[in-house]
């Protein structure tokens, strides 16, 4: 999981992968306390923090050391 400093880049840096057929997933998203029943109601301003800047990059064990620098080059950079 990566943590970006605002969703904006978050969903920027999806949007990349995703030009070049990666496709990572959202990690908790929404956060658990939202949905009906998981948890008492309240405010729980950190985890909608953390939930809405997280990204989870694909992880395998077979992942080519390859694609592994190529995911890497695209989070790291705007191209």
Known sequence: PVVFPT????????????RHRIFPRRYFYPPVHTFYNLAPPGSF??????????LCLPL?????????ERIAHLVLTDE
Do not use: D, G, Q
């Open 45 to 54: 301003p950190i985890a909608e923090s953390i939930s809405s800047r997280i």
């Open 7 to 18: 969703e904006k880049a978050l969903l920027a840096c999806e949007a990349r992968l995703n």
């Open 60 to 68: 395998y064990y077979s992942l080519p050391m390859t694609e592994i």
